[in-house]
């Protein structure tokens, strides 16, 4: 699927599709997360069953107004012990899947707040083994 953003003055995710986002002419197949004051950081997990709270306590520090959570190509959420530390600074976690998340990142980040979406990129592979 192809977004177009009338006017964008954040970084806008230019497409999907299984294993992969746009962001501009890059095509990017590994976990990141972005954000809409232009922090892209890689994010070391290939698969939802790769997290774990350290993956949660890293978006805590980047002190977002909101996280958005592509959690693959499915709806899955992250244990409620792993977001203490969001809580804790009052950080908004919003989960769905990622492509989902990508349009949601859009909307938000059009509208100037300050969103990050931390975007889980599974492998194809990974995705063909478990029928996504």
Request: glycine share 12%; net charge negative.
């Amino acid at each position: 699927m192809k977004l177009q953003p009338d006017k964008f003055d954040a970084p806008s995710i230019s497409g999907h599709g299984p294993g992969w986002i746009g962001l501009g002419p890059e095509r990017i197949t590994s976990s990141v997360i972005l954000g809409s004051r232009g922090e892209r950081i890689d994010w070391p997990c290939a698969r939802f069953e790769d997290l774990t709270a350290a993956h949660f306590e890293t978006l805590a520090g980047l002190d977002a107004e909101l996280i958005i959570f592509g959690s693959g190509m499915r709806n899955r959420f992250p244990p409620t012990a792993w977001l203490r530390p969001l809580i804790a600074r009052q950080i908004g976690l919003e989960t769905m899947d990622t492509a989902a998340a990508c349009r949601t990142y859009n909307i938000l980040a059009g509208e100037g707040r300050h969103v990050l979406a931390a975007l889980l990129l599974e492998p194809l592979t990974d995705m063909r083994a478990s029928g996504g």
